[in-house]
């Protein structure tokens, strides 16, 4: 079984947050494997509108016929699904056994809404990010 609080605290989003608050968010996320060759979620649809940690295998993200990243364990994808129901931006397929944490949309929501300062800490994080990128 997987440490699910320690995969998160890997995942810069939720890098700040402490022991109580991720191992509250960590009972929100379920653990999903994929088969190589399987898609995780594909570019264009809603499929799987949530957030995944990987916790062991390797994947790839594709947009159109493009690879844009290859995702190994600790890494992960869908951050924007957390945030809004909006369509995938790329495909992202297993390319060996994949094995993975999930957190769907609804789920997060409802999560961020019970705990303010676990959400404040995720927006002090989002605005750091976009901040970086602007510079």
């Known amino acids: 079984m997987t440490d699910v ?26 653990e999903r494997s994929f088969e190589p060759g ?13 957030f995944f940690v990987i916790v062991d295998g390797e994947a790839e993200a594709r947009i159109g016929e493009k690879t844009v990243g290859n995702l190994s364990a600790g890494d992960h994808f869908g951050e924007m699904a957390l945030i809004s129901e909006v369509e995938r931006m790329a495909t992202v397929r297993a390319v060996t056994q994949l094995r993975c944490l999930e957190i769907p949309f609804w789920d997060f929501r409802e999560f961020a809404l019970q705990n303010a300062d676990v ?8 605005v750091e990010v976009l901040s970086a990128e602007r510079s």
């Open 5 to 30: 609080a320690a995969s998160l605290k890997r995942v810069p989003l939720f890098a700040e947050l402490n022991g109580r608050q991720l191992k509250k968010l960590g009972a929100h996320f379920r």
């Open 38 to 50: 399987t898609s995780v979620v594909q570019e264009g649809t809603m499929s799987g509108i949530g």
């Open 119 to 126: 959400t404040w800490k995720l927006l002090q994080h989002v």
